[in-house]
């Protein structure tokens, strides 16, 4: 990378592998311009970085902004040393990063092209493979926290690392939680016949994923974070110290941060616990990916590569369905459609069992469902509009939406809407 030298704004596109651009700001008359820079690339899921060459200029409120519009980094040139290499390095990482995400482990067990999934991916492998943090991943049930531990691990760097062991601690019998995680000696309860090796012990060198975290006992969690904080242990019957060191990463459905007010949750594990917070999205928010998940599930479901066209009724369906427990449901929806197919032509609506066909109705039943609407025509009524002014206004804000899915086109919006450009210029100049 070329050293900086002061001149008007610029802007450094060119990193192979890496989508990033560097903005470099000499003076306040181009902040305007880097803001909307900043904010465009961050859009679209890019990396910027900012370089302030005024360290007038650089003050907090300035950064913060810079960071709230989607910057990655903002640094004063005057102070920060060795920036060039700062710079450079942080470009490997990203590089990294990126590579990452292209591996067979990510396509085949993550798939997904959403900006909310790969951004969560994203986010995942660099805290995996630049750090050793516990990891805390939130979500609803469903929606991939296990397989992200098992990629957490996947991607640790660390030397001889050890195993991946996973623990559901909403499955846990109380009266053997403490064999499961310590282990124990032979004769130290009835029924222990052998020593056995708890997971504080398995996970030696590797990764210790607790599920359902929130579930944990309060005895459990005092010594989880005894362990965590000392790196030693007892086995059950045991009158030894064993040594132990794992990255833990724990999953839960539940707010932590509420199950801590009401203290349900220790406030010190759960910092210990939070180094790094992932917040999974749920499959609603991140639609745009069914097809591709349906088309893997149908291929694993068939066993073969020339799966049956799926009708463009079914997959509206598919995607218009709500999944209480995401992608898990969606597998299994998808399972009982295969099920239920015969033969080699397309996959139809009369392939959808029945079990699934009032949720079928109540798809179709959301295209007309008054409750949003209702908040909102009330809110316009409030403000002393008539049904003249409620058309004019839902007229316009359609118009407004449709010409922006389309990427300012009036045409394909005139289109979209079912009328004419002419129709559309007439709104508008009203």
Known sequence: MNSFSSSRLRINRDHAGCSLCIVLVDNADQLEEAKGIVHAWSAGQQKSIVVIFDTCLCKAALVWELLFQGAS????????????????????????????????FVRENLLGESQAWKSTIREMIE????????????????????MLSKLVHHFDTRKNKGELVLLDCSAIAPELSGSEFFGHEKGAFTGAHNVREGAFSLADQGTLFLDEIGE??????????RVIQEGMYKPVGGNYWKKTNFRLVGATNRTLHEEVSAGHFRLDLFYRL????????CLAERQEDIPLLVERFLHRFFGRADIPRIDESVMEYLIDRQYRGNVRELQQVVQRIANRHVGSGPITLSDIPSLDRPEC????????????????????????????????????IAIDLAIKSENGS???AAERLGITTRAIQYNKQK
């Open 127 to 146: 805290v995996a493979a630049f750090s050793q943090s516990s990891v805390l991943i939130i979500g609803e049930s469903g929606t991939g926290k296990e």
């Open 410 to 412: 009036i045409n394909k």
């Open 216 to 225: 944990l006992p309060a005895r459990l969690q005092s010594e989880l974070l």
């Open 274 to 281: 939070s180094t790094w917070v992932c917040k999974v999205p």
């Open 73 to 104: 980094y903002v640094y004063d040139f005057e102070n920060t040393p060795f920036l060039n290499k700062v710079i450079e390095e942080q470009i490997g990482r990203w590089q990294t990063v990126e590579s990452l995400l292209q591996t067979s």
């Open 361 to 396: 109705r109540q798809s179709q039943a959301n295209y007309s469902t008054y409750s949003g609407y209702e908040r909102a025509i009330q809110n316009i009524l409030d403000q002393g509009c008539n049904l003249d002014d409620i058309k004019k206004l839902t007229s316009q």
